[in-house]
């Protein structure tokens, strides 16, 4: 364990949490180290949308370049579009009207917006060294107060700061909150699957018919407490659906799918989704493949923070997908650690750094559980009732949510309530 005069950073993970902290972090004088478990090969093959809140802050405050945007081919959605089983359009709401939230929703694949931040975190032509990433590097130990990790290999590494960006299983946060966190079952699992939208155009006609499966709107279907989600990727190249199901409707063991990557069965799909009419059901059969997880999340936790260390992402605040808000919370988790140590020039002292951490986790944590609330709420009655109070509407979240200006402009705002 060298000491050096360069601003050591961990990172555990190499998740859209870990890559956007490595890029907000980046700063001449700083060396940022990526651990990642994984040979970083298989990120999931699945759409996933930034709402305003976060494209504004890869657009503005990390100006990913024209290269970066190409890699990440990221669609901007125009709108949510609902139907029912008959095809019949029963709500429509545009969102490029809202002009106000400065900002578009973007719809990716994964594993674009996950390269593409990957080639921002380590090009050689951003701000600062490039961050290293070194794969098949498990943690499995942090000592919080010297700023320590442990690999499963035995190797020991020292950073200034360690951000503990490992996802809802995380065991960075074991170490800060010194006990385990088991995420807990929402009652909803989830059927995600892609076809390619020649495929669909071939052999699904009427599915095209009455959904066209390149433009770039969010489709809908709610019906016998199943749900769709529908939607283009890939500049129109794909086309994406997440089915959310309540666990008990579910023709499948829902806690042996805990992982994003566990294959679900065409059979059983068609069983839960028996209901569906067959325009809907025939993209499930055109499917290369299903995946099936369990949605689970976590409880607001009692901190982020423990001497040298910081959890941010999942890790922080595993939240429901029916806000499309977790990857947009990680990445303003991730802007607001640039925004605290954008004046840090020189190697920050222990106490230097807690102080900083201390900051962000208030900035940060009643926003990331009001949302993290919210997404649960949204699920009900597949989560039980009662369970958390949330007064605001719909259209007040959205603004909430979407409104967002970066982690200092919220730090003004809570210092004016506070001495208001
Ligand atoms: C169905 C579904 C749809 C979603 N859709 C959206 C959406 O539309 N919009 C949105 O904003 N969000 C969405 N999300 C949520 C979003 O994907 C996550 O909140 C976001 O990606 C944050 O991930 P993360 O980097 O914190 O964790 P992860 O993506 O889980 O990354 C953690 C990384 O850490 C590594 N790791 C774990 N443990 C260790 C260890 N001990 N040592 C080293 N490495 C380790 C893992 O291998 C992994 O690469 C969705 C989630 C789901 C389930």
Redesign the pocket.
Known sequence: MASSTQFQIII???????LSAAIALRAPGRQITI????R?HSEIG??????PN?SKILRDSWKLGKDEQKIARGMVDRGFRVYNPEAELVNHIPLLEKQEYGADRIMYH?QDLHESLKQAATSTRRHGPPAVIRTS????KCDCEAGVVTLASGEKLKGDLLVG???????IRQFVLDQQIVPRPTGLS?Y?LMVPSEILEEQAPDFCKNISPREPFTSMIMAHSCRLIMGPAREGDIYSM?GLVPDEKMNEDPDSKQS?VSRGHLHKMLETYHEFPEWIKIVFKLAPEIGL?Q?RDTDPLETWTKGKVIV????AH??L?TQ???????VEDAEALGAFFEDIADVPDADQIASILGQIFRCRFERASLIQKYSRDVAKPATEKGSNEVKMRTDEFMDYNCLYCGAKEWQKGQIMQASA
Not at 35 to 38: A, I, K, P, R, Y
Not at 46 to 51: D, M, N, P, R
Request: aromatic share 4%; charged share 10%; net charge neutral.
């Open positions: 555990v993970g190499g998740g859209i949490a870990g651990l990642e478990q994984s970083l699945a759409t996933i949308s930034l709402q976060a994964r590097c498990r943690v499995t960006a490992d996802g809802i299983h995380s065991t989830a995600r997440v994003w997880w949605l941010i992402g999942d890790a595993a939240m997908p499309g808000q977790g990857a947009s919370q990680t």
